[in-house]
């Protein structure tokens, strides 16, 4: 008896695995923009959440309200990498998770504006002579 009981529990393991890959594969296909937010405001970071953020059919407003959340997991992750991802609410994110600070205009001073430039005679030679040309 204690065999048939281990055998079921690995029967229905394996059945579950294979259900969470075919939801996964259903999610990752599916056009229904419905679903896929469905799916993502269980807040779960899961296979299937993984590939719903990644559904090229995800609507922004959702993937935005992934990134909101300000949890640095897969599902942002991929989230960001959506093209559908509106451009603040990926900064958004990157400043909340500390991926990116502040823009200090004090701290980014380029090198080339403090040297005096020089014209380099060999390249006013090439200039003149495509003048006369």
Known sequence: MTFLKISDTVRAENDEEKMKKYT????????????????????NDDWVSW??????????????????RGKNDNVSYYAVKNPN????AKINWMRATGKIGQFDPSKH???SDEKEYKEDPDLQKLRDLIKEK
């Open 24 to 43: 996964a594969a259903f999610i990752k296909e599916t056009k229904s923009k419905k679903i896929l937010s469905e799916v993502l405001k269980r807040g």
């Open 51 to 68: 590939n719903a953020v990644s559904n090229p059919n995800c609507p922004a407003s959702t993937l935005e309200m992934v990134l909101k």
């Open 85 to 88: 991802c509106p451009a603040l």
């Open 109 to 111: 001073i380029m090198e």
